[in-house]
């Protein structure tokens, strides 16, 4: 569903590239999530699909076509959820819609059916302010969702968020997974939550990134907390973080 085959990567100005010669590939409907220390490179990969970037060498593609010839193929989650203060969660859920020129009236009803589904019905006309840290996460997913792209960058979008709150979110958030069946690219540093949430984990630790380490979790879905207790997946905590470890004392 998505390759980087071979993508070269420098910012202007930079000596050092950030990406040297770097290809792997996501399945379609899979849930990926791309683990690294802070700084290494990862938020990069998702300026690069946004067309944020321009690579100088190599090419990103999206079902066999080059990203440079397509629109409206990936939808992007910031860290911060940059809901509009003064329009309602009903009214900033349903923005993709707008810019993209639905019409009024399909947008209305698309925007109903996809809080229903979310399970933010009830806050439809509620303003950000009135809401708590992790409802505004949803509210952001929930407009990413809007915007209509198989492919979703999720970029450390529950960071910010308390323990219990993030722990909370994970949980939904893989449920609406199952409900979309869309698939998703998530960054984060958090060992745990990557393991957690993930079918693959792809582990940057080098720079320039010439590849990226993948990593099956050994976990079916629906996944519950105590499976993070189980031996092989203590392991492979241990094992992930000693190799973040080695990189950030290198």
Known sequence: MLAFNHVDFTY?????????????????????????????????????LNGLETIQGGSIEIDGKNIRELKHYCSYMPQKD????????????????????????????DCGHMLRRVELEEYAKKYPRDLSGGMRQRVSFARTLCAGSNL???????????????????EWLLRQWGKFNRTVLFITHDVEEAIFLSQ?????????????????VPLPYPRTRDMLLQPEIMRLKEELIHSLRQKVEA
Do not use: C, H
């Open 200 to 216: 693959k984990i792809y582990v940057i630790t080098e720079k320039p990134i010439r590849s990226v380490e993948q990593i099956e």
């Open 12 to 48: 202007p100005g930079d000596t050092e590239k950030i990406l040297d010669g770097l290809s792997f590939q996501v399945q379609d409907g899979e849930f990926i999530s791309i683990l690294g220390a802070s700084g290494g490179g990862k938020s990069t990969l998702f300026r690069l």
């Open 82 to 109: 940059l809901l509009f203060p003064w329009r309602t969660v009903e009214q900033n859920v349903m923005l993709p819609m707008e810019v993209a020129g639905v019409d009024k009236a399909k947008r209305k009803k």
């Open 152 to 170: 979703l960058l999720l970029d450390e979008p529950f960071s910010a968020l308390d323990s219990i709150t993030r722990i909370n979110l994970q």
